[in-house]
T-cell receptor, first 113, second 114 residues
Framework: GQNIDQPTEMTATEGAIVQINCTYQTSGFNGLFWYQQHAGEAPTFLSYNVLDGLEEKGRFSSFLSRSKGYSYLLLKELQMKDSASYLC??????????????FGKGTKLSVIP | EPEVTQTPSHQVTQMGQEVILRCVPI?????FYWYRQILGQKVEFLVSFYNNEISEKSEIFDDQFSVERPDGSNFTLKIRSTKLEDSAMYFCASSIGTFNQPQHFGDGTRLSIL
């Protein structure tokens, strides 16, 4: 089966750094994605990790440890517009040639002044 | 930047009626997906579609659901006889393919069953 865990809610201050953790247990692994979802809107792609280590993209970085089934998303220099849900999603290896995403429940981040 | 478009943005239907949700994926993408998100819950995979056939489907995607690519651009999700529990946001997504390519999501269709 598939199990993806992330904190339900987090609050952080504008200008600060926040780390959102994700742990996963899946049957097979073809990579881990982070998506941002503002309320009532579509998920938008932030990052992808398939190898261990850190991927940096501007104010956003994502880390993966395959042996620990663990990832985190790091957001620096927080802005009010970063208030959103952050979704951790894994592409299991289904063997069917399909790359569907299995999502966690998402972490709702509130950025306060 | 190319995007996935979905219509309608909101659909209200009586229980038991058929609905068709429409999507136009990004033109050079090869893999197409439908997901749903019940209010306050996580995004759930329904079905994936490649080379004009279903490549995988979840337990949610029962006989009441079907997908079709009727022409070179549209990708549709049909629910034959809607139930109250089908009320959700339905997202279409597409990707170029392979596991390391991100899926791009449309803005969704909010389906409300009365």
């Amino acid at each position: 089966g598939q199990n993806i865990d992330q904190p339900t809610e987090m609050t952080a201050t504008e200008g600060a750094i926040v780390q959102i953790n994700c742990t996963y247990q899946t049957s097979g692994f073809n990579g881990l994605f982070w998506y941002q979802q503002h309320a009532g809107e579509a998920p938008t792609f932030l990052s992808y990790n398939v190898l261990d280590g850190l991927e940096e993209k501007g104010r956003f970085s994502s880390f993966l440890s395959r042996s620990k089934g663990y990832s985190y998303l790091l957001l620096k220099e927080l802005q009010m517009k970063d208030s959103a849900s952050y979704l951790c999603a894994v592409t299991p290896d289904s063997g069917a040639g399909s790359y569907q995403l299995t999502f966690g429940k998402g972490t709702k981040l509130s950025v306060i002044p | 930047e190319p995007e996935v478009t979905q219509t309608p943005s909101h659909q209200v239907t009586q229980m038991g009626q058929e609905v068709i949700l429409r999507c136009v994926p990004i033109s050079n993408h090869l893999y197409f997906y439908w997901y749903r998100q019940i209010l306050g819950q996580k995004v759930e995979f329904l079905v994936s579609f490649y080379n004009n056939e279903i490549s995988e489907k979840s337990e949610i995607f029962d006989d009441q659901f079907s997908v079709e690519r009727p022409d070179g651009s549209n990708f549709t999700l049909k629910i034959r006889s809607t139930k109250l529990e089908d009320s959700a946001m339905y997202f279409c997504a597409s990707s170029i393919g392979t596991f390391n390519q991100p899926q791009h999501f449309g803005d969704g269709t909010r389906l409300s069953i009365l």
